[in-house]
T-cell receptor, first 109, second 113 residues
Framework: AQRVTQPEKLLSVFKGAPVELKCNYS??????LFWYVQYSRQRLQLLLR??SRESIKGFTADLNKGETSFHLKKPFAQEEDSAMYYC???????????FGSGTRLSIRP | NAGVTQTPKFQVLKTGQSMTLQCAQD?????MSWYRQDPGMGLRLIHY???????DQGEVPNGYNVSRSTTEDFPLRLLSAAPSQTSVYFC????????????FGQGTRLTVV
């Protein structure tokens, strides 16, 4: 069955420290993978997608099919990065997206 | 261009009451979905639709009904509310192309007492 696993419920790091939010997925086909972010009192919004291979707000994520992982990384955390982050898997000809349980990132000053 | 609009934003129900959560989009997206967000469990897919007249079950469909009579609207019905349905509900839309972004409504916070 399709599944997205985010092992960390909470990640707390100091400003300026590197950040890595882990995501593993289970899917036998070609996955669509995304990271969504939810800032306080705002709706969920797309942060980045694996197909784009781009850096958004300093964040990058690389799809590793061998390890079935799509970890989110940022070399230097900023206070405004504090938010809830969700890894998501799209499948079934793009009709379905399922989410992991989320990781709350807290950046300490 | 409002995007995805959910109503109401807040609702308190008594156990056994029924209600409908509304979701409307003006983005002409084919795909629409309902999720519930619970602490420690992330977003779980309740029902989804790939077009008008077509709906299917997600991960946690029990206790919820949906219909899709138009492209724009995708209401979620709770026929007999239970305390376990206390949650924040999100509607999302997406075009049918691969790897496209899902757009979310602002959420409905539902409490069942």
């Amino acid at each position: 069955a399709q599944r997205v696993t985010q092992p960390e419920k909470l990640l707390s790091v100091f400003k300026g420290a590197p950040v890595e939010l882990k995501c593993n997925y289970s899917y036998s086909g070609s996955p669509e993978l995304f990271w969504y972010v939810q800032y306080s009192r705002q709706r969920l919004q797309l942060l980045l997608r694996h197909i784009s291979r781009e850096s958004i707000k300093g964040f990058t994520a690389d799809l590793n099919k061998g390890e079935t992982s799509f970890h989110l990384k940022k070399p230097f955390a900023q206070e405004e990065d504090s938010a809830m982050y969700y890894c998501a898997l799209g499948y079934s000809s793009a009709s379905k997206i399922i989410f992991g349980s989320g990781t709350r990132l807290s950046i300490r000053p | 261009n409002a995007g995805v609009t959910q109503t109401p934003k807040f609702q308190v129900l008594k156990t056994g009451q029924s209600m409908t959560l509304q979701c409307a989009q003006d983005m002409n997206h084919e795909y629409m979905s309902w999720y519930r967000q619970d602490p420690g469990m992330g977003l779980r897919l309740i029902h989804y639709s790939v077009g008008a007249g077509i709906t299917d079950q997600g991960e946690v469909p029990n206790g919820y009904n949906v219909s899709r009579s138009t492209t724009e609207d995708f209401p979620l019905r709770l026929l007999s509310a239970a305390p376990s349905q206390t949650s924040v509900y999100f509607c999302a839309t997406r075009s049918r192309s691969m790897n496209t972004e899902a757009f979310f409504g602002q959420g409905t916070r539902l409490t069942v007492v």
